[in-house]
């Protein structure tokens, strides 16, 4: 009963524009799914995350973001723990290891790592601000264990989401810019020796058939060719739910997964592209919105690094899909197919709203 009346009392004072729009997502890429992969067992699945999902994020809104900004650094600790046994003992699945399993349940530690890392960047920006030359490094050495880890999976999309979300905590804690241009410039230079040594020869394909995927029409090239396809047959309001010529002739490789967006664009077409994409922005603005609320140093940073999280993630799955970016394999959030990610991301929505419940009396902040 307690638990109950705490939900009520939260729930009247957080934002309900962004749980409800979360909800819509959600339950928009259930069906999604269903219509992709033409298996019911898939959409059944990820229905009952999503419901898992949504309960881990209402326990966590209770809970509140100050207890687990308490624990930032153990969490930390375990999710790198976590990694490095997934890359010592996960067997590999379509030549990468990532998937964990205990009791019959399989996760992805990678997705979870993300909160982990936001956690414990927001609390020790907090506290040693990267104004200076020696926090600046501080802070960039302890995001590397984790992206050294993900990359041995190997998980390049995993690791470039852990840089892009430091980078925008890093922006956020007030990083001088000479700071910031310098680890953009590093970043550029390093790209060469990476692409060449670092880089597996399936990974290095699917950057050569973005800059053009004639070159290997029938191989490296073929997704990226089926996925515009996709997108492009479905013309001004799209063919309909259930319609999609592309997935259901198999043309389209991981069409509940990688290439959820292509399905989506070629059932609901312009239209729904545009709806879609407004539900996504309405979401990310909430996600902002919070942080401008709060008068906590730490959650301003943490909203930061969430924002980051969703919005490269959208930038980066709907720009695959449509050829604009290189093919990571990075998961359309709240769309795409797989557990982990659902539940990641609900997590972080949760203490994202626990952050608006405490800003919530500052009226002269929109």
Not at 20 to 39: P, R, V
Not at 66 to 71: M, P, Q, R, S, T
Not at 170 to 181: D, R
Not at 323 to 333: A, K, N, R
């Amino acid at each position: 009963m307690k638990f109950f009346k705490l939900l009520r009392e939260d729930f009247s004072q957080t934002d309900r524009i962004l749980f409800f729009t979360a909800l819509i997502l959600g339950f928009w890429g259930i069906f999604c799914i269903y219509s992709a992969s033409g298996n019911f067992d898939f959409a059944l699945r990820q229905l009952s995350w999503f419901f898992v999902s949504i309960t881990a994020m209402l326990i966590i809104m209770i809970t509140g973001h100050k207890k687990l900004f308490e624990g930032a650094y153990p969490l930390y600790g375990l999710m790198l723990l976590l990694l490095f046994l997934t890359s010592l003992l996960a067997p590999k699945v379509k030549g990468a290891q990532s998937w964990l399993g205990f009791g019959g349940i399989r996760f992805q530690p990678s997705e979870f790592a993300k909160i982990a890392i936001i956690l414990m960047l927001s609390k020790f920006f907090n506290r040693y601000p990267p104004l200076n030359f020696k926090t600046f490094m501080i802070g960039l050495g302890m995001i590397m264990p984790p992206v050294i880890l993900v990359l041995l999976q190997p998980d390049a999309g995993s690791a470039l989401v852990y840089l892009v979300i430091s980078f925008g905590m890093l922006i956020a804690a007030g990083t001088p810019f000479i700071y910031l241009g310098g680890l953009v410039g590093l970043g550029l230079s390093a790209i060469p020796p990476l692409y060449f040594f670092a880089l597996k020869e399936y990974q290095r394909n699917r950057i050569l058939v973005f800059l053009d995927p004639m070159r290997d029409p029938l191989g490296a090239g073929y997704n990226v060719i089926q996925s515009r396809i996709a997108v492009g047959s479905g013309g001004f309001a799209g063919k309909g739910f259930m319609m999609g010529t592309q997935s259901k002739l198999k043309f389209l490789p991981e069409p509940h997964t990688d290439f959820i967006f292509s399905v989506f664009s070629e059932e609901f077409g312009f239209i729904g592209n545009i709806i879609l994409i407004i539900l996504l922005a309405i979401l990310l603005f909430r996600v902002i919105n919070a942080g401008l609320r709060s008068k906590d140093r730490r959650c301003k940073i943490f909203v930061a690094g969430v924002t980051s999280w969703l919005w490269f993630q959208i930038f980066e799955s709907i720009g695959m899909s449509i050829g604009i970016v290189p093919v990571t394999g990075l998961p359309l959030p709240f769309l795409s197919y797989g557990g982990s990610s659902l539940l990641a991301i609900f997590m972080a929505l949760g203490i994202v709203m626990s952050i608006y419940i405490e800003g919530a009396n500052n009226r002269n902040v929109l």
